[in-house]
């Protein structure tokens, strides 16, 4: 069984959390998420709705065990997860949202189509002026998600992104990998989605956040809902500074941080965006054993 399913078995509030998933958006999204077929998980309609209902739960099962968090941030579509937890959206609203955001996103890719890759052993500045001079070339290509000092994604047309790969290994970094993706999510080929997206949010209620939620797009802190309404708008098209947002979560005194939902990829970046910060990677019931008081 796949995403969720042993958390459910365990945690009441994580299979009411499912269950209510269903109700929302009128299919069997828990089944999908439990037992594929994984082709059409992965597709990002299904992946974006199936990882944020994750997320909630992990969060939900958290609080009742440790108690409510100080702030929180989502690299990506996990910045929709930080505001469900921290009040600033609904459930069932957020959860509709990034429905249609996946088919928005999916929608531009298949308008504009492009590509992804990770850049390792540059940093930020070397990717960006690299990006730079490929842009001077009449290619797009920008920085994507700065995740860690050395390690950037890059993202764009799949010319751009290739000519910044070549670019990039003459410079001397480590490793430019292309990523398996439907688009460039996060650069400018992604702008037939935002109205789509600025439609949607529109239509929801924003409260101001119980806490603080470092913003993808500024890595500042968000108090205000209206403010978390144009960020989620402007990160579509803007790069996530992953990097600089944990930085910024140590420095407002965070002690311990928690990845909610499948894998450790958070926890991976954090050995090196906050060195000596506990980071716990939750996502099934064995996890939380860990965890103590």
């Known amino acids: 069984m796949g995403m969720g399913w042993e958390l459910s078995l365990a945690f009441s509030q994580a299979r009411e959390l499912f269950e209510e998933a269903d109700e929302v958006l009128g299919s069997h999204l828990s089944r999908l998420a439990w037992q594929g077929p ?66 928005l996103m999916f929608a531009s890719g298949v308008e504009r189509p492009g590509t992804m890759a990770a850049v390792l052993g540059l940093d930020e500045e070397g990717v960006e002026e690299i990006c730079r001079a490929v842009q001077e070339e009449g290619k797009i290509c920008v920085p994507a998600n700065f995740n860690t000092q050395s390690q950037v994604v ?93 930085e ?6 965070a002690q311990r941080f928690f990845e909610l939902g499948p894998g450790s990829v958070l926890c991976g970046l954090n050995k090196r965006n906050a060195r000596g910060v506990p980071c716990v990677s939750l996502g099934t019931p064995s996890d939380f054993d860990v965890l103590g008081g």
């Open 38 to 103: 994984e082709h059409e998980l992965t597709l990002t309609k299904n992946a974006q709705p199936a990882l944020l209902v994750h997320s909630i739960a992990v969060h939900r099962v958290l609080c009742e065990e440790l108690g409510p968090v100080s702030m929180a941030a989502g690299h990506s579509l996990g910045e929709f997860s930080a505001h469900v937890a921290a009040g600033t959206l609904s459930f069932p609203e957020a959860l509709k949202t990034v429905r249609v955001r996946g088919e």
């Open 248 to 253: 910024q979560m140590v420095e407002m005194g």
């Open 154 to 246: 890059i993202s764009g047309e799949v010319e751009g992104v290739e000519r910044a790969m070549t670019l990039a290994r003459e410079a001397g970094a480590k490793k430019a990998v292309p990523l398996t993706v439907s688009g460039a999510f996060h650069s400018p080929l992604m702008e037939p989605a935002r109205e789509g997206l600025r439609d949607e949010l529109e239509k929801i209620k924003f409260s101001d956040p119980d806490y603080p939620v470092v913003s993808n797009v500024t890595s500042e802190p968000v108090s205000k809902g209206s403010q978390a309404r144009e960020l989620l708008v402007d990160q579509l098209t803007s790069p996530v500074r992953w990097r600089a947002s944990v």
